[in-house]
């Protein structure tokens, strides 16, 4: 059983950054890929970015392409979510997901596919 909590969430105007935190407890994440997905009010929770274990490849969403920044560090048992140069658009819960099944795989962006879910942190941009 893994537990995620994220925090880092919070208001910031757009064109600024925000770095997303989650904390994982209960394993190591070392054998997981770790994805970053998000809801907006009214619309469904959309992929949003993943590190595959392993060699630590990346896959983004084409709407975060170039200002998000996936990074984990295996030793403190942490993923991170950078984001840069945000949009009102960006505007939703962000949820920290982790991936035991597949962990190899580099492009899971069904949220089914991911086994441990945070709690989700909130981000508002505004314009």
């Known amino acids: 059983q893994v537990h995620l909590v994220e925090s880092g969430g919070g208001l910031v105007q757009a064109g600024g950054s925000l770095r997303l935190s989650c904390a994982a407890s209960g394993r190591t994440l070392s054998g997981y890929a770790m994805g970053w997905f998000r809801q907006a009010p009214g619309k469904e929770r959309e992929f949003v970015a993943r590190m595959a274990g392993g060699y630590s490849r990346t896959y983004y969403a084409d709407s975060v392409k170039g200002r998000f920044t996936i990074s984990r560090d295996n030793a403190k048992n942490m993923v991170y979510l950078q984001m840069n140069s945000l949009k009102p658009e960006d505007t939703a819960v962000y949820y920290c997901?982790?991936?035991?099944?597949?962990?190899?795989?580099?492009?899971?962006?069904?949220?089914?596919?991911?086994?441990?879910w945070g709690q989700g942190t909130q981000v508002t941009v505004s314009s």
């Open positions: 997901a982790a991936d035991r099944t597949s962990p190899a795989s580099v492009v899971v962006i069904t949220s089914g596919s991911y086994d441990y």
